[in-house]
């Protein structure tokens, strides 16, 4: 990992302060960044969690007694850093809505039934490739109020930590062909539209479970000029 702070990293993230974006008028920063030098502590840690995962917890349809609704799915990519090269143990907690576009959370009033057979959240660690993989249901679309007529494509959030503080990435991965997405402020908040597409999963027929499950591929950079963009 490069001392030196990637500056091409923050080209590959979205506006602060994008118009488009209601909510990010009050919590951008008003005054431009300071890139500070990296010291120990952000190069060596802190590395939260990674003791506890436990089995299971990459597969977010068994968490309950039944089988939740929707089209089950497999995810799974690489993690790497800005020269390409794979970060093992990195840690990647997941959550997203059900496929009716409802979160298990107290402010969700989207009026979609919830399933109480999945709870939307999990984890995993990748292997000594950079590998990970999580089992899921495909997330529905949901309205968020933002414009008129303003809905949100199907995407999972993650977070990612990785060797180091400067390694850490929270960002959200989307669906190929979603005719949502061109209408997303959220989606489209970087500038460059090809960075915006670095959040785009590839379906992957190899990788599907036949009569099972379908499969999406999803490489994440965590920075550098082909960092996958930060969640806002």
Same mark, same amino acid.
């Given at each position: 990992?490069?001392?030196?702070?990637?500056?091409?990293?923050?080209?590959?993230?979205?506006?602060?302060?994008?118009?488009?974006?209601?909510?990010?008028?009050?919590?951008?920063?008003?005054?431009?960044?300071?890139?500070? !030098?990296? *010291? =120990?502590? $952000?190069?060596?840690?802190?590395?939260?969690?990674?003791?506890? %995962?436990?089995?299971? @917890?990459?597969?977010?349809?068994?968490?309950?007694?039944?089988?939740?609704?929707?089209?089950?799915?497999?995810?799974?990519?690489?993690?790497?850093?800005?020269?390409?090269?794979?970060? !093992?143990? *990195? =840690?990647? $907690?997941?959550?997203?809505?059900?496929?009716?576009?409802?979160? %298990?959370?107290?402010? @969700?009033?989207?009026?979609?039934?919830?399933?109480?057979?999945?709870?939307?959240?999990?984890?995993?660690?990748?292997?000594?490739?950079?590998?990970?993989?999580?089992?899921?249901?495909? !997330?529905?679309?949901?309205?968020?109020?933002?414009?008129?007529?303003?809905?949100?494509?199907?995407?999972?959030?993650?977070?990612?930590?990785?060797?180091?503080?400067?390694?850490?990435?929270?960002?959200?991965?989307?669906?190929?062909?979603?005719?949502?997405?061109?209408?997303?402020?959220?989606?489209?908040? !970087?500038?460059?539209?090809?960075?915006?597409?670095?959040?785009?999963?590839?379906?992957?027929?190899?990788?599907?479970?036949?009569?099972?499950?379908?499969?999406?591929?999803?490489?994440?950079?965590?920075?550098?000029?082909?960092?996958?963009?930060?969640?806002?």
């Amino acid at each position: 990992m490069s001392i030196v702070y990637p500056s091409a990293s923050l080209r590959a993230h979205p506006r602060y302060d994008f118009e488009k974006y209601r909510s990010t008028a009050k919590r951008s920063p008003k005054q431009p960044l300071i890139i500070l !030098p990296h *010291t =120990l502590s $952000e190069l060596t840690g802190p590395a939260y969690g990674h003791g506890a %995962i436990r089995a299971g @917890d990459e597969d977010l349809t068994r968490q309950h007694a039944g089988e939740p609704q929707g089209e089950r799915i497999i995810v799974h990519g690489h993690v790497l850093d800005e020269d390409a090269r794979p970060i !093992p143990d *990195t =840690l990647i $907690e997941i959550w997203q809505c059900n496929a009716s576009g409802r979160y %298990i959370h107290v402010v @969700d009033q989207h009026p979609a039934p919830i399933d109480p057979n999945f709870t939307g959240a999990g984890r995993c660690v990748t292997d000594a490739d950079g590998h990970y993989k999580f089992v899921t249901i495909k !997330p529905g679309a949901y309205p968020w109020r933002n414009h008129h007529n303003a809905w949100r494509p199907a995407h999972i959030h993650l977070s990612l930590f990785g060797n180091a503080f400067v390694q850490r990435l929270v960002t959200q991965m989307y669906f190929p062909n979603d005719p949502l997405c061109a209408f997303d402020p959220i989606f489209n908040a !970087p500038e460059d539209a090809a960075v915006a597409a670095r959040q785009v999963a590839s379906f992957d027929l190899d990788a599907t479970v036949p009569e099972w499950a379908l499969a999406y591929r999803f490489d994440i950079v965590l920075r550098g000029r082909n960092a996958t963009p930060m969640e806002h």
